[in-house]
C-alpha cells in the first residue's frame, strides 16, 4: 500500500466518516444561516421588492462565485489524491496554481462588473423595483471577488487533507463577521440593501487573510524553495482549466436550473418570486449540512484512490451513503413539523407567509429526495471523474427543463416546485449506474 494517509481500518468507519463530516455539516450551515439573516433582514425592511432584490442578487451571486465552485471542489479532489499518496510537492503545487487561477478570474469580474450585473439581473427577471434593489447589493458586494474564490481552494485544500476542524473554524469566521457586519450596516448606519451585500464582501476579505495564515502554517515542510516559473507555468495552468473545465460546466447546469426556477417564479408575480427565495432557505439549509457528508465523500474516496485501495472505496460510499440518508430523514421531520414557524420568522409579510405556506410541503419533501445526488456528487468528485459528473448534469438539466415545460402552465408554481423536485431526483438516477466505473478503474496497490 502507499505510504501516504491512512485509511480507516474495517471497523472504524463509521467514526471516522462522522469525524470527518460532523464538523463539515456544523461549517456548511453557518452559510444557510447567514443567508437566513440576509433574509430576515431584507424581509423586515418593509416591501416584498426588498427581500425580492436581495433573493436576486444572491441568485446572480451563485452563478458568478458558484459557477467556480471548481476551485473548491477540483481543488479538493486533487489535494485528497495527493494526500493519499504522500506526495507533498503535488500538495504545495496543486494549492498554488488553484490560487493563481482564483485571482485571475477574480480580478476579470472587477473588470467587467458593471456589464455583467446588468445583463445578468435583466436576464433572470423581475420588477423594476426588485431589479433596483438587486443592483445596489450586487454592487455593494462584488468588490471581494478575488477574495471570494480564493475562500473556495483554502476550504478545498483544507477538505482534501482532512482538516475539517480548521474549515470549521476559517467558515464559522466569515460567517460571523457577515452577520455582525449586515446589522451594523444595515441597522447602525442605515445603508439599507447595499449595507447586506457590504457585508458579505467585508466577511469574504477577513476570511480570506485568515485562510493565507492558514495555508502558510500548514505549508509541507523540507520541499525545496518553490520554482514560481513552473507553478505558473501557461501549459501547467491550462492542464489546471481542463481538469476542472467538467466541473464548471457541471455547475452552470447546476445554477443554470435555478435560474430557471426564480425566472419561472418572478413571471409569477413578486409575492411568489420573494416566497419561493424563501424557501429556498430550507433548501440550501438541507444542502449545506448534507454536503458534509459529500465533502466526507470527497476527501475519504480521494484518499482511497490515491492509495489505490478499493475497499477502503466501497466503504467510504457506502459508509457516507447511511449516514447522509440518515440526515436528511431528519431534515423533511423538522421542516414538516415546524417549517411554518420559520416561514413567520423570516418575514412579517402577510401575503409572502401565505405563499410560502402554501408550497412548504415540496420543501419538505425535497431532503429525501435530494440526498442521493449530493452524496453521489462527492464521490464522482473525489475519484475525479468530471465528466460523468458533468453528463450527468447536463441530463438533469434537460429533464428539468421538460418537466417545467410540462408541469408549470397547468399548475403553477406547485408545478414548478414539482419540476424541481424532479430534477433532484434525477441528479443521483443518473449517476448511481456510473459508480461501477470507478470501482473498476482502481487498481490496487502492490504490498511492500
Known sequence: MSDGASLPSRGDWHRRVLTLAFPIVLANLTQPILGAVDTAVAGHLGRAADLGGVALGGLFFNFVFWGFGFLRMGTTGLIAQAHGAGDQAALRVNVVRALVLAFGIGAFILLVQTP???????????????????????????????????NYVVLGYLLGMQRVRIALVSQVLINAVNIVAVLAYVYGFGWG???????TATADTVGFFFGAAVLWHLRPRGLTPLDWRAAVEPA?????????????????CLLGSFGWFA?????????????????LNFQTF??????????????????AIGARDRHAFRQAVKVNLFWAALGALGFSVVYWGAGGWIIDKLTDQSTVRAAARAFLPWAALSPI??????????????????????????ISLLVFLAASWALVAPFGNHGLWAALLIFMAAR?????????????AIQPAMAR
Request: hydrophobic fraction near 55%; glycine fraction near 12%; charged fraction near 15%.
Open 428 to 440: 443521483g438516477l443518473t449517476l448511481y449506474p456510473l459508480l461501477p466505473r470507478i470501482t473498476g
Open 286 to 303: 438541507m444542502a449545506y449540512g448534507l454536503d458534509g457528508f459529500a465533502h466526507a465523500s470527497e476527501a475519504l474516496v480521494g484518499a
Open 369 to 394: 429526495i435530494s440526498v442521493w445526488g449530493f452524496l453521489l456528487d462527492g464521490v464522482f468528485i473525489g475519484a475525479t471523474r468530471t465528466r460523468e459528473l458533468m453528463q450527468a448534469m447536463a
Open 116 to 150: 455583467l450585473i446588468h445583463y445578468a439581473l435583466a436576464l433572470i427577471g423581475g420588477s423594476d423595483a426588485v431589479q433596483r434593489n438587486a443592483t445596489v447589493y450586487s454592487h455593494a458586494r462584488i468588490g471581494s471577488a478575488p477574495f471570494a474564490l480564493a
Open 263 to 279: 425566472h419561472l417564479g418572478a413571471r409569477q408575480g413578486d409575492a411568489i418570486l420573494a416566497a419561493n427565495a424563501l424557501l
Open 236 to 252: 501547467a495552468l491550462k492542464r489546471l482549466v481542463a481538469i476542472n473545465r467538467d466541473i464548471f460546466l457541471r455547475t452552470i
Open 193 to 199: 440593501i447595499a449595507g447586506i451585500g457590504a457585508a
